[in-house]
Structure formats: C-alpha cells, structure tokens
C-alpha cells in the first residue's frame, strides 16, 4: 500500500500532519482563553484606572456618595 510512495510523499503528509495538530493546539488555547476572559473571573484589575475600580465600587453599593466624593478627591490630587 505505502509502497509506491517515495520520500517527498510521507514528507508531506508528516507535515501535514504536524499542521494538523498544531493548529488543534492552538484553537483550543484560544477557546480556553476566551471562555475565561481577560482574567477578571480571578480578580485582575489589569487595564482599569483607580477611578473606574471607585466607580465601580460606588456602583455596587460598596461606598456611599460622601466617600465616592472623598475618595475622588483624593485621587484627583
């Protein structure tokens, strides 16, 4: 059956094949990666200004106004 390929033939299809599963690798640290997020699930902060965390905070209840006010003094200084 393989005896009619030569050299050029199983080279190719080891790529191939090399192709194949590195390009599976590949999507599935993608599909990882975007079921996961940007990684806020686990408590990051990355990209958020100080400010934006206040708002949020203010936002959930966390703080009331007269320390949201307080707090963005600070920050602003």
């Known amino acids: 059956m393989w005896g009619h390929m030569n050299g050029?033939?199983?080279?190719?299809?080891?790529?191939?094949?090399?192709?194949?599963?590195?390009?599976?690798?590949?999507?599935?640290?993608?599909?990882?990666?975007?079921?996961?997020?940007?990684?806020?699930?686990?408590?990051?902060?990355?990209?958020?200004?100080a400010l934006d965390i206040l708002k949020e905070r203010y936002a959930r209840g966390e703080i009331n106004k007269d320390e949201f006010d307080q707090k963005k003094l600070d920050l602003d200084s």
């Open 8 to 49: 050029y033939g199983m080279g190719a299809m080891g790529l191939g094949m090399s192709l194949f599963w590195i390009l599976l690798i590949v999507g599935i640290v993608l599909l990882v990666k975007m079921l996961l997020g940007s990684g806020s699930a686990f408590g990051c902060t990355q990209g958020k200004t």
